[in-house]
C-alpha cells in the first residue's frame, strides 16, 4: 500500500462508526459489510433500502434498552467502533480488572439482538468474545444473565435498560450468584453499561426523509433538537437561523450562500422578521424578497447543508431517498461539504439513493455503494 493509500485507509477507519450490520426481517436479510464514513445504498428493484434505514434508526435510539422490540425484525448484528476517546478510558477502567484482554483493543464491539416468540436476547462482543450476554424469558419474569455459566434474575418489572439492569445484578445476593463468576457477571455488565451509555449520550442519529418540504417562515418555536432539521425538513428553518448567530460556522454559510447564488438564489439570509423566523433572498433585479417560493432542490440543497453544518461530534445520519428533486449540479455541491463533514466531525452517512446517475458525485475515498 503506497503512502497516500495508507493516510486515506487510517483516515478512513478513524471516522468509522458503524462497521458492519446484518439484519434479519421477517422478510429478507440484509448483510452490509466494511462500512465507510459515507456508504450509499442502491438497487435495481425495490428491495427494502427504506425499511433497513428504518430498523438502523430504532436500534441506534434505544441502543442502552437492551430488550427494546424492532418490529417485524427477528434479529440485528451490528458491528461499531468506539470513538478513540472512549476507548481510551474504557481500556484504562478494565484492562486490569478481568480476563478480557483489552491492551490491544481498539474500540470494536459487536452488539445482538434476537428476537424469538419466547424469548429476547442480548450479546455484546468484544473482539468476538462474549463480554454480557442477557436472556429475557417472555413465558417468566426473569432475566438470565452470564458469562461463563448463567444467573437467573427475577425482575418482575419492564426494565430491560441495561443500566437499571446493572443495578440489580449489583443488588442481587452474592448467595444467589455462582461465587467463582460472580466478579466476571458484574464486570462485565458494568462494562456493557460503559458502552452502551456511551453511544447513547454521545452518538446522535438523525433520519431525514424520504421527501423534503417545508415553508420559508416559521414560528419562532422551542424545537426538541436545535441539532436535528426534522423528518421532512420541517425544522430547517429554524437550525438555519441558530446558525447564522455561530460566527464560527460562518465560513461554511458563507460557502453556501456562494452556491446558491450560482443557482441563481442571491443574498441569502436567514432570521427574525415580523414575528416570524424567515429566510429573505434578493430577485435578480436586487429587490428583496421574504419567505421566498424556493425550487424544490434548493430546499433540498439547504436543509441537507443545515443538517450536515449543525450536527454535533460522531453523529449518524441516515438519509431516505437522498436524491428527491436533486439533479447533478445540486449533488455536486454538497457532495464537497459531505467529505469535510465526515473528516472534521467524525460523522457518519448512510445514504438511500434510486438514481444511479448520481452515484458518481458521492464516490470518495471515504465512501463505498452497497447494492441491496
Not at 76 to 84: Q, T
Not at 91 to 114: A, F, M, Q, T
Not at 256 to 270: H, Q, V
Request: charged share 25%; glycine share 4%.
Amino acid at each position: 500500500m503506497n503512502d497516500t493509500l495508507k493516510y486515506y485507509s487510517l483516515l478512513v477507519n478513524s471516522n468509522m462508526i458503524l462497521t458492519s450490520i446484518k439484519v434479519h426481517t421477517d422478510v429478507r436479510e440484509y448483510v452490509l459489510d466494511n462500512l465507510r464514513p459515507v456508504t450509499i445504498l442502491t438497487s435495481t428493484t425495490p428491495s427494502g433500502k427504506s425499511t433497513l434505514l428504518r430498523v438502523l434508526y430504532d436500534f441506534l435510539v434505544s441502543v442502552d434498552r437492551i430488550f427494546a422490540p424492532i418490529q417485524n425484525v427477528d434479529r440485528v448484528d451490528i458491528s461499531l467502533k468506539i470513538p478513540d476517546e472512549a476507548t481510551e478510558k474504557l481500556r484504562k477502567k478494565y484492562s486490569r480488572k478481568w480476563d478480557v484482554e483489552l491492551e490491544d483493543w481498539d474500540g470494536n464491539v459487536k452488539i445482538v439482538k434476537n428476537f424469538q416468540h419466547n424469548h429476547k436476547e442480548f450479546i455484546l462482543y468484544v473482539d468476538n468474545e462474549i463480554v454480557f450476554h442477557a436472556v429475557q424469558r417472555l413465558s417468566e419474569d426473569e432475566v438470565i444473565t452470564s458469562i461463563r455459566r448463567p444467573v437467573s434474575i427475577d425482575l418482575k418489572t419492564d426494565t430491560d435498560s441495561i443500566g437499571e439492569l446493572y443495578h440489580i445484578i449489583c443488588k442481587t445476593p452474592q448467595a444467589q450468584l455462582f461465587s467463582e463468576y460472580e466478579e466476571l457477571l458484574l464486570l462485565g455488565s458494568e462494562f456493557c453499561k460503559d458502552v452502551l451509555q456511551y453511544l447513547k449520550d454521545n452518538v446522535k442519529v438523525y433520519l431525514i426523509g424520504p421527501y423534503i418540504d417545508y415553508g420559508t417562515c416559521a414560528d419562532p418555536v422551542s424545537i426538541a433538537d436545535e441539532h436535528y432539521v426534522g423528518r421532512h425538513g420541517e425544522n430547517t428553518i429554524l437550525v438555519l437561523a441558530s446558525l447564522f448567530t455561530d460566527g464560527r460556522v460562518w465560513p461554511e454559510l458563507a460557502q453556501l450562500i456562494s452556491t446558491l447564488e450560482k443557482m441563481g438564489i442571491k443574498r441569502l439570509r436567514c432570521g427574525y422578521r415580523s414575528g416570524k423566523i424567515a429566510l429573505s433572498c434578493l430577485t435578480k433585479h436586487n429587490e428583496l424578497v421574504v419567505c421566498p417560493e424556493l425550487p424544490c432542490s434548493v430546499k433540498v440543497l439547504i436543509t441537507y447543508y443545515t443538517q450536515l453544518l449543525a450536527l454535533p461530534k460522531y453523529s449518524i445520519v441516515l438519509i431516505d431517498n437522498f436524491d428527491y428533486c436533486m439533479y447533478g449540479d445540486t449533488c455536486q455541491a454538497i457532495a464537497k461539504f459531505i467529505r469535510n463533514v465526515v473528516t472534521r466531525k467524525k460523522c457518519q452517512l448512510i445514504v438511500e439513493l434510486h438514481n444511479k446517475d448520481l452515484v458518481k458525485c458521492l464516490v470518495s475515498e471515504y465512501s463505498v455503494l452497497v447494492t441491496i
